[in-house]
């Protein structure tokens, strides 16, 4: 599986990609890789504030729905909407083209409880 160093990753399968106060969601290359085929993403928080654990979308596979998780506290900004017409990028680069929302974070001290590269592996590897 690809974890990228320059990311941070949560228990549930989601990244998070820091730019300033501003960061980047989405799924792992282990979430896509477990969900098959993506085929539709929806994302109705644009403007929200939402807290961290809270859902802020699904994504939907050809076998199953999935909630996707703030990975911290924050105010989503931006859904890539070139998921709308190509949900599949997720399952062919699900860390830069396959982002799902930009969030704007709202409690930075939440960052530290995600998971670095190593200990998101590690969880892989049970």
């Known amino acids: 599986?690809?974890?990228?160093?320059?990311?941070?990753?949560?228990?549930?399968?989601?990244?998070?990609?820091?730019?300033?106060?501003?960061?980047?969601?989405?799924?792992t290359d282990f979430a896509q890789h477990e969900l098959g085929d993506i085929v539709f993403v929806e994302v109705?928080?644009?403007?929200?504030?939402?807290?961290?654990?809270?859902?802020?979308?699904?994504?939907?596979?050809?076998k199953t729905v999935s909630d996707m998780y703030m990975p911290v506290g924050g105010e989503v900004l931006e859904f890539n909407e070139a998921l709308t017409t190509n949900p599949e990028v997720i399952n062919k680069d699900p860390y830069t083209e396959g982002w799902v929302v930009k969030i704007k974070i709202t409690n930075d001290t939440e960052l530290g409880e995600l998971l670095s590269p190593a200990q998101y592996e590690a969880q892989l590897q049970g």
Not at 8 to 15: A, P, R, S
């Open 44 to 62: 109705e928080t644009v403007g929200e504030i939402l807290e961290k654990h809270e859902a802020f979308g699904t994504i939907e596979a050809v």
């Open 1 to 27: 599986m690809n974890v990228p160093a320059n990311l941070k990753y949560t228990k549930d399968h989601e990244w998070l990609k820091i730019d300033g106060e501003h960061a980047y969601v989405g799924i």
